[in-house]
């Protein structure tokens, strides 16, 4: 009878600490930071020898977001980003030189609600919706050289701040216990009935904290 009870003892033990480990193993950090590069592709952006309607493509970008976990699957999120392209010509004409800047910017500034799938340790997938603001930024420089003398026909710049909406998703690759990869995909609509769609698309690292 001793012997019985305590093999069952044991048994329990052993489950009681399997059990332990294994939800140790699964549960979510605290929060987690992540960084990282962005392409934004937008349409109707005002650049030199592009149709009105012509989606243009932003390369250089970058974002940084922060999210705390709730729950394991459940997450409250904070994100900005921006996104630039500057476009440069020049032309000569009769000896006279015409040259145009073009710079673009966009930044957002975002906060929602993500949702974890943490079911393999090694990847984690994830969506997300993020509501907020996002700013864009058209810059144009004008000049005309004639016989050596340059001259500034327009320098203005013409901003616009709008309501944004970003439904995305993607997956961290885990690395190590203090890093992460990620690579991310959504759609990010600007403004209303009137407005705007954008495809993001972005590689970045994970700090679980």
Same mark, same amino acid.
């Given at each position: 009878?001793?012997?019985?009870?305590?093999?069952?003892?044991?048994?329990?033990?052993?489950?009681?600490?399997?059990?332990?480990?294994? %939800?140790?193993?699964?549960?979510?950090?605290?929060?987690?930071? %992540?960084?990282?590069?962005?392409?934004?592709?937008?349409?109707?952006?005002?650049?030199?020898?592009?149709?009105?309607?012509?989606?243009?493509?932003?390369?250089?970008?970058?974002?940084?977001?922060?999210?705390?976990?709730?729950?394991?699957?459940?997450?409250?999120?904070?994100?900005?980003?921006?996104?630039?392209?500057?476009?440069?010509?020049?032309?000569?004409?009769?000896?006279?030189?015409?040259?145009?800047?073009?710079?673009?910017?966009?930044?957002?500034?975002?906060?929602?609600?993500?949702?974890?799938?943490?079911?393999?340790?090694?990847?984690?997938?994830?969506?997300?919706?993020?509501?907020?603001?996002?700013?864009?930024?058209?810059?144009?420089?004008?000049?005309?050289?004639?016989?050596?003398?340059?001259?500034?026909?327009?320098?203005?710049?013409?901003?616009?701040?709008?309501?944004?909406?970003?439904?995305?998703?993607?997956?961290?690759?885990?690395? %190590?216990?203090?890093?992460?990869?990620?690579?991310?995909?959504?759609?990010?609509?600007?403004?209303?009935?009137?407005?705007?769609?954008?495809?993001?698309?972005?590689?970045?690292?994970?700090?679980?904290?």
């Amino acid at each position: 009878m001793r012997s019985t009870n305590t093999v069952r003892a044991v048994v329990c033990i052993a489950m009681l600490l399997g059990y332990s480990t294994s %939800s140790h193993a699964q549960n979510a950090p605290a929060g987690e930071f %992540s960084a990282g590069w962005r392409l934004l592709t937008l349409p109707d952006v005002p650049t030199p020898n592009v149709p009105k309607g012509e989606t243009q493509t932003l390369p250089l970008g970058w974002y940084a977001d922060v999210a705390g976990n709730l729950t394991r699957t459940f997450a409250v999120v904070g994100e900005v980003g921006g996104n630039y392209k500057s476009v440069d010509e020049t032309t000569t004409l009769f000896g006279t030189t015409f040259n145009i800047d073009v710079g673009v910017d966009m930044h957002t500034f975002m906060g929602g609600v993500r949702f974890n799938a943490r079911q393999n340790a090694a990847f984690t997938p994830y969506a997300q919706a993020l509501f907020g603001l996002a700013r864009g930024t058209v810059h144009v420089k004008g000049r005309v050289t004639v016989a050596g003398t340059t001259s500034t026909t327009v320098d203005q710049s013409v901003s616009d701040t709008d309501f944004a909406f970003d439904a995305d998703g993607g997956v961290n690759f885990r690395l %190590s216990d203090a890093l992460a990869a990620r690579v991310s995909a959504g759609y990010l609509r600007v403004g209303g009935s009137d407005g705007g769609n954008a495809f993001r698309f972005g590689v970045g690292v994970v700090f679980p904290f």
